[in-house]
């Protein structure tokens, strides 16, 4: 057992890198880079890419690799996974898979609306149809599931988009919806289910994010905490949260879109309130903790510093929205695309916070950005970018 | 590389209809819940080494493989063409020959023509007439696209005949709801008559009784009386009135069965509707069902399905059941709720229903 467990640790050391972006709001779903290497305030376009298909998903980054997935077809049926060149933008691979759950999502979102995930050999992606599909990093499939095949009311007429989240060993899955809602916990090594436990019977597009050793599952009847390897439940906020925007995770609270912000303290089986902020009212977009401070993008497209301490607000700054996606952050630095293809950088120690470059994509964009070796990725429905 | 060891059941020079080898066989016994996927692993790294000359027989994998299967030899599949192409060796007449034999199962002729497509488009351009009745929906778009093209092009061209026989021929093949919408609207500009009920096979003559209650959504596993019997002269104590069987006639293009219309906007209640389908014979077919609200629908009193998902939107086609009919008469039942929100967008208590084949081709009923 000890002998397995240097062996991983090993295994993941050569693999994985500070630079990489494996996951929506990259380490642990904090949307902030742990790279040393940061982007700058003044951004262009390094390279531009072609996509064939919708998606809002957000690109990953994986050593020099790029993977970004889309869906294509009159029903959105046709499922593509790419991967590319960061240094340039080339395609090294696509694959192209068919849905084999239901395909029908809103108007604004598409089949391609969550973000894979990869543990730095493998890369996982999940469709709004409940396909969910393991490649290594030079395409090879290693496994597939369809889950809506499994259970077949797993599935939102609207369209799902929880992201997946990879900890402690186990590949998490969220499939929640007004009829067969649950979650998943799935051997990356092969596909098959370590747990399946049953959430609440209601539409929720969130994301879990990490804390500690617990992987946090969000929905309208709060934040749950659950061992990654089992499924137990180790903690629960019931307090009720949002269904759209994700926790901010912090060194020391979580941040959950909840009555406003509510910061928590998981520990020892229970939760403790620090305090709650009626007035932060998250948007779509996911807030963040960088630094000392929590960022809130509200639905007006205003972000808001606000204090760690007490949630109090530090000063407020109109951007140029909407927003669909959710800001990431590296150095002092807030990076953040509108609906418009406005790409904004926010520098968070200005006084009053400050937009110190616009860069137009001049197409809708509703994904949220990845970070990764000093560069930034987005995505619109035709193109995958790289700005830096 | 590595050449296949396939054992076609059937391998005859014109028809790949079958083929196996132990690979194939792994990725055939993929199920849910992963079972099979380790064993699918190794096999499909084997079936990857393939050479393109295997193509065909790659395809020919495909035929009997359960969706899940069908995208393990997809995957495979897409490998070996990425290097056929690099390598100009994409067997491309094979390829054709695989196409043009319906007995192929729909899903690996569609795969079969997107490789010619990257092989050869002028091939492909050149087959795509002869899709027009093909049994995939998929491979009708083609055509279908192309005599949407050609329609429009005699319109322009002031050549109202040709249009109208270009955009005739293309909805006789159509199945795909973008292109008959298309087509229909040029039809009807052109003053030509269009039946989109009865090209899509929509039932529109039910029996429809309410209102249940469907208090705290309760209704959805509740058995109302048409549940254990469906007796049209029957009255029984309904959620603020009687609930009486009455008859209703969709009009709609779309044949929309709206409660609303008999029954009024009534929040936090449950319907049913029941119908007769006269089947010319036994055989297999789909029932497609939108519908925005709570539902379950029998057939022959047998449950096929129900979903409890209220108001996040509705399609044609949204659900496809696969059923049995009998040769004659066959009765279908459907339950609809209607939740208790009042938002304006939650004020449809409605469903449509239509029966196809699995192509999306309508199946009408025969004459009593």
Not at chain 1, 4 to 25: E, K, P, Y
Not at chain 1, 143 to 157: F, K, M
Not at chain 2, 48 to 67: D, I, K, R, V, Y
Not at chain 2, 348 to 358: I, L
Request: net charge negative; aromatic share 8%.
């Amino acid at each position: 057992m000890i002998r397995t467990f240097l062996f991983s640790a090993i295994v993941a050391s050569t693999t994985l890198s500070h630079a990489d972006w494996l996951q929506f709001r990259g380490p642990g779903g904090s949307a902030v880079s742990t790279d040393a290497k940061v982007p700058g305030p003044d951004m262009k376009v390094a390279w531009q890419a072609d996509l064939p298909g919708r998606g809002l998903a957000s690109p990953i980054v994986v050593g020099d690799r790029v993977f970004v997935t889309c869906s294509s077809g009159p029903e959105q049926e046709n499922l593509h996974v790419f991967c590319f060149n960061a240094a340039d933008g080339s395609k090294r691979w696509e694959r192209v898979m068919r849905a084999t759950g239901r395909t029908m999502t809103q108007s604004k979102t598409s089949v391609a609306a969550s973000t894979p995930c990869s543990d730095g050999k493998s890369v996982f992606a999940l469709y709004s149809s409940n396909d969910l599909f393991a490649f290594d990093l030079d395409g090879n499939l290693q496994w597939l599931r369809g889950i809506t095949y499994d259970y077949a009311n797993a599935s939102n007429s609207l369209g799902m988009a929880s992201s997946l989240v990879l900890t402690g060993g186990t590949l998490i899955a969220q499939c929640e919806n007004d009829s067969e809602s649950i979650a998943l916990g799935i051997d990356p090594a092969n596909g098959v289910n370590r747990w399946k436990i049953e959430r609440p019977k209601a539409a929720n597009w969130t994301s879990a994010v990490v804390w500690k050793d617990t992987v946090a599952l969000q929905s309208s009847k709060g934040l749950i905490g659950i061992d990654p390897m089992t499924g137990t439940v180790q903690w629960n906020y019931t307090d009720g949260a949002a269904t759209i925007p994700s926790s901010a995770i912090g060194s020391d609270a979580i941040y959950i879109p909840s009555n406003g912000v509510t910061a928590v303290v998981p520990e020892d089986g229970s939760t403790t309130q620090l305090w709650r902020a009626s007035g932060l009212k998250p948007g779509t977009g996911s807030p963040l903790v960088l630094n000392d401070a929590l960022y809130v993008l509200n639905g007006a497209g205003v972000m808001i510093k606000a204090s760690l301490a007490n949630g109090d607000e530090a000063w407020k700054l109109r951007l140029s929205g909407p927003f669909s996606g959710s800001p990431v952050a590296a150095g002092k630095y807030l990076y953040i695309a509108s609906e418009r293809g406005a790409f904004q950088v926010v520098d968070t120690t200005a006084a009053e916070g400050e937009v110190v470059c616009t860069v137009e994509l001049k197409e809708t964009i509703l994904c949220t950005p990845a970070i990764s070796g000093g560069a930034v990725y987005v995505r619109s429905d035709g193109h995958l970018w790289k700005l830096q | 590389m590595k050449t296949l060891r396939l054992f076609p059941l059937l391998w005859l020079p014109l028809a790949v209809h079958a083929a196996t080898s132990p690979e194939i066989d792994a990725i055939h016994a993929v199920d849910r819940e992963g079972k099979g996927n380790e064993a699918a692993a190794k096999a499909w790294a084997s079936l990857a080494q393939s050479p393109g000359a295997e193509l065909p027989a790659l395809l020919a994998g495909m035929n009997g493989a359960n969706p899940l299967a069908e995208n393990w030899m997809r995957a495979a599949i897409s490998v070996v063409a990425d290097r056929a192409i690099a390598a100009k060796e994409m067997p491309v007449a094979a390829l054709k020959t695989f196409l043009l034999d319906t007995k192929n199962s729909p899903d690996a002729r569609v795969a079969a023509f997107d490789l010619i497509q990257r092989a050869d488009p002028a091939l492909a351009a050149e087959v795509t007439p002869s899709l027009i009745e093909d049994p995939s929906s998929d491979l009708r778009r083609h055509p279908v696209a192309k005599l949407i093209e050609k329609g429009n092009a005699a319109k322009e061209a002031g050549n109202e005949a040709a249009a109208i026989a270009a955009w005739q021929e293309g909805l006789q093949g159509a199945r795909d709801e973008d292109q008959i919408k298309t087509l229909a609207k040029n039809l009807r500009a052109a003053k030509q008559e269009v039946d989109l009920p009865k090209h899509f096979g929509f039932l529109m003559n039910w029996q429809l009784i309410a209102p249940f209650t469907n208090a705290d959504r309760k209704g959805f596993d509740t058995i109302f009386p048409p549940e254990e019997k469906v007796d049209l002269s029957a009255t029984y104590p309904g959620k603020g009135a009687e609930a009486k069987w009455q008859a209703f006639t969709s009009t709609d293009d779309y044949g929309m069965i709206d409660f609303n219309k008999p029954f009024t906007m009534l929040k936090e209640v449950t319907g049913y509707a029941y119908t007769e389908f006269n089947s010319a014979e036994d055989r297999t077919a789909e029932l497609r069902l939108g519908c925005k609200n709570g539902w379950k629908v029998w057939l022959n009193g047998e449950l096929l399905f129900g979903r409890d998902e209220y108001h996040r939107g509705m399609k044609l086609d949204q659900y496809k059941l696969p059923i049995h009919l009998k040769k004659g008469k066959n009765s279908i039942l459907i339950k609809c709720c209607q939740n208790e929100q009042t938002e304006q967008w939650t004020v449809e208590w409605q469903f449509q229903m239509r029966v196809c084949d699995a192509t999306g081709t309508a199946i009408l009923p025969a004459a009593e």
